[in-house]
């Protein structure tokens, strides 16, 4: 199976963290699901996701946040770069934009806060990083908090890319849908228990305007700490380690996050 980082995403355990000032509980630094929390006011955040698969393939992934006057609307851009059956290159950007649509204020127990995404073709389609042409993504991130200590999150969404390439050059419209969910126990305030799942049904071009489905299905259970300072620096790593079920079954991997948010 070949994990595509923009589609997944659009992606060293620690017992505790040495805080050093009174930080809120960790929001926002979740792997493959999409939290519906946007930046607050004059905080920007610098994530990075690696993800390597037993088949020797890996994708890293680089995002950035930006609050745009306040936290209903929110900018942020995605780099990636992928290995695919022996070949490295630059996978295609990710332009997004986030609107705060529920849960303005700390205390909203709801929050939901739809995506779009410009997909740029900056990915090679020869090594099959890419798809080689303009692609759009819409997404829709619900977060709920059931208690103090559990939250849920749950994301629909699909992408289209009208013109999309194989490794040969032949074109065809794909479109793919993904939808996931994820659990968060709250152990502390700066140390979190995970357990994600997600699904995408894709399409692969295969010829003049000919396509073949495809499913990745996950489960990735993780943890994820935090160490906040008193300058407002908050730096949560993470680890998960991505199950393949269902249609990815006997698949398995390792995912490495780390975030910078000030």
């Known amino acids: 199976m070949k994990l ?11 017992t505790g963290a040495i805080a050093q000032n009174t930080a809120g509980p960790i929001e926002d630094n979740s792997f493959l699901i999409e939290e519906a929390y946007n930046q607050d006011p004059h905080v920007i955040q610098y994530i990075s996701t690696f ?20 936290r209903r ?24 934009y986030r609107y705060q649509l529920v849960g303005m204020k700390e205390e909203d127990r709801l929050a939901i ?9 900056t990915g090679s389609w020869r090594k099959g990083t890419g ?3 303009l692609g759009y993504q819409f997404d829709f991130p619900l977060s709920y908090k059931l208690t103090k200590k559990i939250v849920t999150h ?3 969404g699909t992408t289209i890319t009208p013109h999309s390439r194989d490794t040969v050059g032949d074109r065809a419209k794909t479109t793919a849908y993904n939808l996931g969910q994820s659990t968060i126990y709250l152990v502390s305030n700066r140390f979190n228990l995970m357990l994600e799942n997600y699904w995408v049904h894709n399409q692969n071009v295969t010829g003049p305007k ?6 990745t299905f996950l489960i990735s259970p993780g943890v994820r700490w935090a160490y906040n300072y008193k300058s407002g620096l908050q730096i949560v790593p993470g680890v998960a380690v991505p199950l393949g079920v269902g249609p990815s079954h006997g698949e398995r ?10």
Request: hydrophobic share 40%.
């Open 4 to 14: 595509y980082l923009p589609i997944l995403l659009l992606l060293l355990a620690a």
């Open 51 to 70: 993800y390597r698969q037993r088949d020797g393939n890996w994708g890293y992934n680089f995002t950035n946040e930006y609050p745009v006057k306040g």
């Open 73 to 96: 609307n929110q900018f942020s851009y995605s780099i990636n770069i992928n290995r695919v059956d022996g070949s490295t290159a630059v996978g295609d950007t990710l332009l997004n």
């Open 113 to 121: 806060s739809p995506r779009f995404s410009v997909i740029l073709p």
């Open 131 to 133: 798809t080689g042409a």
């Open 154 to 156: 749950w994301n629909a």
């Open 210 to 215: 000919v396509t073949t489905p495809s499913e």
């Open 253 to 262: 991997g390792i995912l490495l996050y780390l975030s910078f948010e000030k």
